[in-house]
């Protein structure tokens, strides 16, 4: 993911100018800017075009004098039901196609403007039917806000699988909205392990938190106190925990997340026996076209699963190393 200037080779990370038609692109100079035109121009017109169209969606609903349907006032009145007002749902198909070509430009702007979008389309419409909160935890660990990832997740898992699953009701706007913050993500994953019935777009996400946690755990087992402060860790469940950072013996936790990897590991196979070995090499899955229709389980779940988060998994140095060794371990096993 490119986090300063998009101009090949360029490495500058600061005293940047927006690229002002699809501002989701950066550049150190006019001079590099222009370079860069020509492998920039069409997916910028494209995202320039497809805002548009959410800008003139947009217009005509606050422009609307409000019927027995619909307010005056649907982004404020409607906040929770916007898929149930049927004028309301050309603008969120428009603006789900914002982040469709915003989740492709591999910018930092792009992956956060892209979320930014997801989690207000999720205010506008609690019961998510364009199903768009399974982009977002791709998205949120692109971006290393792996805690953030793991409360969004669990939210999700609680009340579509969970405890919360036949007591929530959607319709009522007072009732807590993703809600969970600063879970403990070291706990367990019975929440999200449902055996074949498991969600492959909750087991990869998950899965890579708890990856990025093991090799964090790692490296802090291997690593001298006094030679800490210039570590690089993954995940910034550990970068922010004090407790952890000045402890040297990790071997309980890391032997505790080894088994919720083992146990994801497993939930994953009997969803879909080819989910591990396609992260570990997703290229001839994500390049075929986008399936239009979805099996739970089924290799088309897979395939767009694997687009929303492969990325996020091939950012992460060491992580298909991990599910390497956990695919050597369960060789032979049934």
């Known amino acids: 993911m490119i986090t300063g200037c998009s ?54 609903l606050r422009a609307h004098p ?37 989740m492709t430009m591999d910018t930092q702007l792009a992956i956060s403007a892209a979320l930014s979008n997801i989690m207000d389309m999720l205010r506008l419409c609690r019961g998510d039917n364009m199903g768009v909160r399974d982009i977002a935890p791709g998205l949120f660990l692109r971006l290393h806000r792996d805690q953030e990832c793991y409360d969004f997740v669990k939210w999700w898992a609680r009340v579509y699988s969970g405890e919360e699953s036949k007591t929530y009701d959607w319709g009522d706007m007072s009732q807590p909205y993703l809600s969970i913050h600063n ?22 996400p998950i899965m890579l938190i708890k990856i990025r946690l093991l090799l964090d755990l790692r490296m802090l087992h291997a690593t001298p106190l006094y030679q800490r402060s210039n570590m690089r860790l993954g995940t910034d469940v550990i970068r922010n925990n004090a407790t952890l950072l000045a402890t040297q013996d990790r ?46 389980g089924g290799v088309d779940d897979l395939h767009l699963n694997l687009l929303y988060n492969y990325k996020a998994w091939g950012e992460t140095r060491g992580a298909t190393e991990v599910l390497e060794e956990f695919v050597r371990r369960n060789a032979g096993r049934k």
């Open 7 to 60: 101009r090949e080779h360029c490495t500058q990370q600061e005293n940047l100018s927006r690229c002002s038609r699809c501002l989701v692109v950066q550049y150190c100079s006019p001079a590099h800017q222009k370079e860069d035109w020509s492998s920039h121009k069409s997916i910028c017109a494209k995202l320039k075009k497809a805002q548009d169209v959410v800008d003139k969606e947009e217009a005509e």
């Open 66 to 102: 409000g019927d027995m349907w619909m307010s005056a006032n649907p982004f404020e009145d409607h906040e929770g039901m916007f898929w149930s007002i049927s004028e309301t749902r050309p603008y969120m198909r428009a603006r789900y196609g914002v982040v469709d070509i915003q």
């Open 183 to 204: 879970a403990d993500v070291f706990e367990d994953v019975n929440l999200f392990d449902c055996g074949e019935y498991s969600e492959i777009s909750t087991l990869l």
């Open 251 to 296: 071997t309980p936790q890391i032997a505790e997340v080894e088994k919720q990897i083992q146990q994801l590991y497993d939930a994953g196979c009997k969803a879909n026996k080819q989910t591990w070995l396609a992260v570990m090499n997703p290229e001839p899955i994500v390049k075929r076209p986008r399936p239009m229709m979805i099996t739970p």
